[in-house]
């Protein structure tokens, strides 16, 4: 089955710092990626639909130029949470669609992201 | 605004019963729907799709309904085992862009 990776599985930063996380689609290309996060004991939340080729679009409320998501091929995407605060301690992750298989989605397993 | 509903309390089923988590969604009509499986810590993992045309689904264990009049799918475990303990996600979509719109998820125990 299709397989997505992402990295690193945990994170701890300074306040003010900036993370990036990388979801890779490892046995498939994903024209289409998304970013979710997710608070515990909470539902899944889209933070951005990523297309391979060009900008992000992102969900309202999610500030663009502080989650920054590059899609550079089609099986690399890549979100930079920039000038991280505790309040953006979450579990990020990413999923994949992969074209040939139909409306489902892949999930890598996640990243625990803590700014202390 | 579109809304999912699940049920919010863990659900607690002897090893070997049939469990059945409920999905109810409001105010559109998702082309097909998908049922996810989450483990703690982890991502989701991909179970069942059906679509709007499909009354039923089944996968092994699984089976899935899907009932566009009462807005609900169904989920159903037959034959339980303790391995299938996990928060299960409910998620309907439209067609178009491939967004899912997701449930909070039903958190199912099964005891020995």
């Known amino acids: 089955g299709a397989v997505v990776s992402q990295h690193p599985s945990w994170v701890i930063c300074k306040s003010g710092t900036s993370v990036k996380i990388e979801c890779r689609s490892l046995?498939?290309?994903?024209?289409?990626m998304f970013w979710y996060r997710q608070f515990p004991k909470q539902s899944l939340m889209l933070m951005a639909t990523?297309?391979?080729?060009?900008?992000?679009?992102?969900e309202q409320g999610v500030e663009k130029d502080k989650f920054l998501i590059n899609h550079a091929s089609l099986t690399l995407s890549t979100l930079t949470v920039t000038s991280a605060h505790p309040e953006d301690s979450s579990f990020y992750i990413c999923s994949a669609r992969d074209p040939s298989s139909g409306y489902e989605q892949y999930f890598g397993p996640g990243t625990r992201l803590t700014v202390t | 605004s579109q809304k999912i509903e699940q049920n919010s309390e863990a659900l607690n089923i002897q090893e070997g019963k049939t469990a059945t988590l409920t999905c109810n969604y409001t105010n559109y009509s998702p082309a097909y729907l998908q049922w996810y499986r989450q483990d703690p810590g982890r991502g989701p993992v991909f179970l069942l799709l059906?679509?709007?045309n499909e009354k039923e689904k089944r996968k092994e264990r699984l089976k899935v309904t899907f009932d566009t009049t009462l807005k609900q799918s169904l989920f159903h475990i037959t034959a339980s085992q303790p391995a299938d303990s996990a928060t299960y996600l409910c998620?309907?979509?439209?067609?178009?862009?491939?967004?899912?719109?997701w449930g909070a998820g039903t958190k199912l125990i099964i005891k020995p």
């Open positions: 046995d498939f290309q994903a024209t289409t």
């Open positions: 059906i679509r709007e």
């Open positions: 990523s297309n391979e080729g060009s900008k992000a679009t992102y």
């Open positions: 998620a309907p979509s439209l067609d178009s862009n491939y967004q899912l719109i």
